[in-house]
């Protein structure tokens, strides 16, 4: 990873890390977000493509309370 001592000065910096824990919790981040990354492909079996260039959002709307009535009447 290019950045890893970068990232790592940073977090020891922020947090008060040693920097041999900060540069372990960069290369795990990283190896999660790779494996998520490819996850995309496992999924489908091909890359799904972002339906529109520029940033995507994910919204979530409540739509009320839902829930099941399991008493005898």
């Not at 990873?1 to 795990?28: H, S």
Request: charged share 25%; hydrophobic share 40%; net charge neutral.
């Amino acid at each position: 990873m290019d950045n890893q001592e970068t990232l790592a000065r940073l977090l020891t910096a922020v947090q008060g890390k040693p920097l041999a824990e900060a540069c372990g919790e960069i290369t795990a981040g990283a190896v999660r977000i790779r494996w998520f990354a490819e996850d995309v492909r496992r999924a489908r079996g091909e890359i799904v493509p972002a339906p529109a260039a520029g940033p995507q959002f994910a919204g979530y709307v409540p739509r009320g309370w839902r829930g099941s009535d399991d008493h005898a009447m």
